[in-house]
């Protein structure tokens, strides 16, 4: 869906209920966004647009900016589901001490570029990959490879579980990669580092956050983990001088006041990874507890090895558990919730906006405005009961829709799913045959260990016993009634 000279073919969305997310958070019935080129040449009713654009019937539809994940383990993708009755610790185990070190880079860009077309075709327009299993440089370029294959907006976070982040960072074969892969490649292709902080008094971490301040890429840790990584953590990066804006904070479950305070005040953020929390046990999800102290949010969906690859998903577990939580804290103290604090729209925001914001990327994507980036979906299906009728749009994007519902996605002002299918079918087929390769890799080299590692023993329970114990409830009878 290209021009004669190569250049993306003017769209026009038509006649689609449009949440523009702009400042206003502007709401436009029955109206148009106009692409040319690259950006986002208008929004309103009844626009005019160039001969021979691309017309797509909106109506009935929603069009709302291409959604933003900060925080995805792309690589681990391939294992997609293996680790659903998983706790936190026997993810470490898994890949951190017994497994993570036997991937090899062909696995890495199998992963990458499955999670990538996923989240694609999921409406997720610019991704995170938040990739800790690059244990070399081959590793990085396999990585930068995959998402490059992709037609979406990636940042690649450079990590490595199976070396401290001092080491790895400092590495002359870093810098080169940096140099050769990233460098210049304009805003298609972002750097983060990504390392996590473990509280050692040494913080020997610093050295990682001097090449970051150097390189002037900001960096992503995972912090207020349960068990793993703390206050101490937060203390560290902040007394050293290297909390800012840029960092991104993941998970931040489990911190005191005094964390959030040294978060809130260095202008950092928190990506939210609720289904994550939820699950893994890193801490309840701690969105109740971040909008008391003004820290802004990002949503992200950690990784398919256990959960949905969709920001839909994210979106409705991370208001309902922030709903729950506001309930259980009314209740304690013998209160009703009579009206709740947040609100489906702050988690559409959160989803774009807030995530466009977290990764300094807000002055190009995020929100549907003139002149920003073109990333824009459209939240369409007519064969959908669920999808008619749209009464409140940013309830009905939380609560109702879902990923089968994405029907275009445009990144950079180029269709790359139209009619709910992508548009390059070709590369999922390589992504699933690649995958299929790295299966058969782990499962020959696991032997019996693949299928011990993907059902965990269940803990030992017991009932407590009953003392109303009036009914036979399996043969019917009743004892001690007259």
């Known amino acids: 869906m290209t021009a004669a000279d190569g250049s993306p073919r003017p769209i026009v969305f038509r006649n689609g209920l449009v949440l523009t997310m702009d400042d206003a958070h502007t709401v436009l019935e029955g109206a148009d966004v106009l692409v040319v080129g690259d950006r986002i040449a208008e929004v309103g009713v009844g626009l005019a647009a160039p001969d021979g654009a691309l017309e797509i019937d909106a109506s009935g539809g929603i069009v709302m900016p291409g959604m933003v994940d900060t925080h995805r383990h792309l690589w681990q993708t391939a294992m997609r589901g293996y680790g659903a009755d998983w706790s936190l610790t026997q993810y470490f185990v898994w890949y951190y001490l017994e497994w993570g070190k036997i991937f090899r880079p062909e696995d890495i860009h199998a992963g990458n570029l499955l999670g990538a077309v996923e989240a694609l075709d999921a409406g997720v327009t610019t991704t995170v990959d938040w990739s800790h299993g690059l244990r070399s440089v081959d590793h990085a370029d396999a990585a930068v490879d995959a998402l490059e294959a992709v037609p979406g907006r990636w940042v690649l976070g450079?990590?490595?579980?199976?070396?401290?982040?001092?080491?790895?960072?400092?590495?002359?074969?870093?810098?080169?990669?940096?140099?050769?892969?990233?460098?210049?490649?304009?805003?298609?292709l972002g750097f983060q580092m990504a390392f996590d902080v473990t509280g050692d008094p040494a913080f020997p971490e610093r050295a990682a956050f001097e090449v970051a301040r150097d390189l002037d890429v900001a960096v992503s840790t995972h912090s207020g983990v349960w068990g793993a990584t703390g206050d101490d953590s937060i203390r560290l990066i902040h007394d050293n001088g290297f909390a800012n804006r840029k960092t991104i904070y993941v998970h931040s479950a489990t911190l005191s006041a005094d964390s959030y305070h040294r978060i809130a005040a260095s202008g950092g953020s928190?990506?939210?990874?609720?289904?994550?929390?939820?699950?893994?046990?890193?801490?309840?999800?701690?969105?109740?507890?971040?909008?008391?102290?003004?820290?802004?949010?990002?949503?992200?969906?950690?990784t398919s090895v256990w959960w949905s690859g969709d920001l839909f998903s994210a979106m409705r577990t991370t208001l309902s558990a922030d709903r729950s939580r506001e309930h259980l804290e009314a209740h304690a103290k013998s209160e009703t919730v009579t009206h709740h604090a947040l609100r489906a729209e702050q988690?559409?925001?959160?989803?774009?906006?807030?995530?466009?914001?977290?990764?300094?990327?807000?002055?190009?994507?995020g929100s549907l405005e003139k002149g920003k980036k073109a990333d824009v979906v459209l939240i369409k299906n007519d064969a959908s009961p669920a999808m008619f009728p749209v009464l409140n749009p940013y309830g009905h994007v939380v609560f109702q829709a879902q990923r089968g519902d994405v029907h275009t996605v445009v990144v950079d002002g180029r269709v790359v799913k139209a009619d709910g299918r992508l548009v390059d079918g070709d590369t999922l087929a390589t992504a699933k045959q690649e995958v299929a390769g790295t299966i058969e890799f782990l499962q020959?080299?696991?032997?019996?260990?693949?299928?011990?590692?993907?059902?965990?023993?269940?803990?030992?329970?017991?009932?407590?016993?009953?003392?109303?114990?009036?009914?036979?409830?399996?043969?019917?009878?009743?004892?001690?009634?007259?």
């Open 158 to 188: 450079y990590g490595n579980i199976q070396d401290g982040p001092w080491n790895w960072s400092t590495a002359p074969e870093f810098g080169d990669f940096y140099r050769r892969r990233i460098d210049g490649k304009g805003d298609r």
């Open 270 to 302: 928190v990506s939210v990874s609720t289904e994550s929390e939820q699950s893994a046990g890193q801490g309840y999800p701690p969105t109740w507890t971040l909008r008391k102290y003004g820290i802004p949010v990002s949503l992200s969906m950690d």
């Open 347 to 365: 988690v559409v925001d959160w989803a774009t906006r807030g995530g466009a914001k977290a990764l300094g990327m807000d002055h190009l994507v």
């Open 444 to 482: 020959s080299n696991l032997g019996d260990a693949w299928r011990s590692g993907m059902n965990p023993d269940v803990p030992e329970t017991k009932v407590l016993d009953n003392p109303y114990q009036y009914t036979d409830f399996a043969s019917g009878s009743t004892h001690g009634q007259e």
